[in-house]
């Protein structure tokens, strides 16, 4: 089943993840939340009249949270930071306005969990703090001082990146002292769970990422109009998909990047169900009429429940690459590529490999863990074909350089199992964590004092 992030609901931060959050079997599916739009509660007049002057930029990148200040310089810092995890890619000025505001938030938040933490006698000492800072730099490939340098070229600094990491490590610290003792799952509630799968056994199920935009009768042209703007920048590929949701959609999922986790058709909205029935693993479809507005939806996987699936084998693989010097023209890398192509045809299973690198210069990688359904759609279906000592075509840019795949194993999956009562449990029971995390955040944003200056 697939690995959920253990903390991932808990926050839209987009790099401290990467070391720092836990993981736990997703045996539940989770259920589509529901679209904003609906009855507020609240009595407010249809045609009601604004007094006084409303300017959006009276609350400027500065706060002060119950006397802990956030400044400009933090908020700054911080956007460089989500933009580095994001591969550096650039945004326009109003996407950048945006995630300011998005980020401030953000930090109000962290800034919350961490006097809260400490309002519980939890701290996070520096020690804590500088070992998961090098266990970043490391999935990083980096040294601690080079990891450092690398945050101040992209206008952000190892301070930025501590701070992320201190509410973190306080935020799941406190939560596991004041929160998880207090959460109990029942056995019946369990077994209830193990049945329902049972139940479900072979039907497919989708695993969805979703952005919505709420629209009226009177907006809703200029609202599709905006979802297809959306699209068109997801396909520019320069950002991943959640960077855009946490950007744009106004349903409760955006903090969690739009995942909807694993869903079957009947859990879903009809208009959706059969939007996800018909795409492809990695197909972006939208904007989506439903009520109450449009969805741009994104299928990251697809799965028969409890089936086995031969997107799950686990390939032993040799990885071909040829780098091109700089200042290699297009049309050079197509020629070297060309005679790349050439030699992948003379291998004869993966022990002729090394000889066949030597003879293109080719430098050889090593893997013996890759999951198929982890390689990009088009490698996949391609590894889906081959047999034990075959390559791939060659794949790859004149700046990347170009590579290919050898198969050389293959473990097969076994077939699908239910999950154990533990992994339910365990399941059940992060939900509910999760779930009084967010109403425990609601409560301090509720009571705290926030001068904006």
């Given at each position: 089943m697939k690995q959920n992030r253990r903390w991932a609901a808990r926050s839209g931060r987009m790099l401290g993840m990467v070391a720092l959050a836990a993981v736990a079997a997703g045996a539940v599916a989770q259920t589509v939340q529901e679209a904003p739009g609906a009855d507020t509660g609240l009595n407010i007049p249809a045609d009601s009249q604004i007094f006084g002057k409303f300017d959006p930029n009276v609350r400027k990148p500065t706060a002060i949270v119950n006397d802990t200040v956030i400044t400009g310089t933090d908020v700054d810092q911080r956007v460089a930071l989500v933009l580095a995890a994001n591969n550096g890619g650039q945004v326009s000025q109003a996407d950048r306005d945006r995630l300011k505001l998005q980020v401030?938030?953000?930090l109000i938040d962290e800034t919350l969990e961490i006097q809260e933490a400490k309002s519980a006698e939890i701290t996070i000492t520096p020690d804590e703090i500088t070992?998961?800072?090098?266990?970043?730099?490391r999935n990083f490939n980096r040294t601690p001082q080079q990891m450092s340098d690398y945050l101040r070229q992209n206008g952000s600094s190892d301070r930025s990146l501590k701070r992320q990491i201190e509410g973190e490590l306080a935020?799941?610290?406190?939560?596991?002292?004041?929160?998880e003792?207090?959460?109990?799952?029942?056995?019946q509630e369990v077994k209830g769970i193990l049945d329902r799968l049972e139940a479900a056994k072979g039907t497919e199920e989708y695993n969805l990422r979703e952005i919505f935009l709420a629209a009226n009768d009177a907006n809703a042209a200029q609202v599709a109009e905006r979802a297809k703007g959306i699209?068109?920048?997801?396909?520019?590929?320069?950002?991943?998909f959640d960077f855009f949701a946490r950007q744009y959609s106004e349903a409760s999922t955006r903090s969690v990047g739009g995942d909807l986790g694993w869903v079957r058709a009947a859990v879903l909205p009809a208009e959706l169900a059969s939007a996800a029935q018909q795409m492809q693993v990695g197909q972006v479809a939208g904007p989506i009429p439903i009520p109450g507005g449009f969805s741009i939806l994104y299928l990251t996987d697809k799965r028969q429940v409890l089936t086995a699936d031969p997107r799950d084998a686990r390939l032993s693989l040799k990885q071909l690459t040829v780098h091109f010097p700089a200042g290699t023209t297009q049309a050079q890398a197509t020629q070297r590529a060309a005679?790349?192509?050439?030699?992948?045809?003379?291998?004869q299973g993966c022990g002729t490999v090394a000889k066949i690198a030597s003879g293109v210069g080719a430098e050889v990688v090593d893997n013996d863990t890759v999951r198929i359904r982890d390689l990009p759609p088009q490698l996949a279906d391609i590894m889906l074909q081959?047999?034990?000592?075959?390559?791939?075509?060659?794949?790859?840019?004149?700046?990347?350089?170009?590579?290919?795949?050898?198969?050389?194993?293959?473990?097969?999956?076994?077939?699908?199992?239910l999950p154990s009562s533990d992994q339910i449990q365990n399941q059940l029971q992060q939900q509910r964590v999760n779930l009084r995390a967010q109403q425990k955040l609601r409560d301090l944003r509720r009571d705290a004092v926030v001068e904006y200056r």
């Open positions: 401030l938030r953000q070992q998961s800072y090098n266990r970043v730099a935020w799941q610290r406190y939560l596991r002292r004041k929160v003792p207090f959460v109990n799952i029942g056995d699209i068109g920048e997801i396909q520019k590929a320069q950002q991943p005679a790349f192509a050439e030699g992948l045809k003379k291998i081959l047999q034990i000592g075959q390559a791939t075509p060659p794949f790859g840019s004149a700046e990347s350089g170009v590579r290919a795949l050898v198969l050389c194993g293959r473990d097969d999956p076994q077939s699908g199992q």
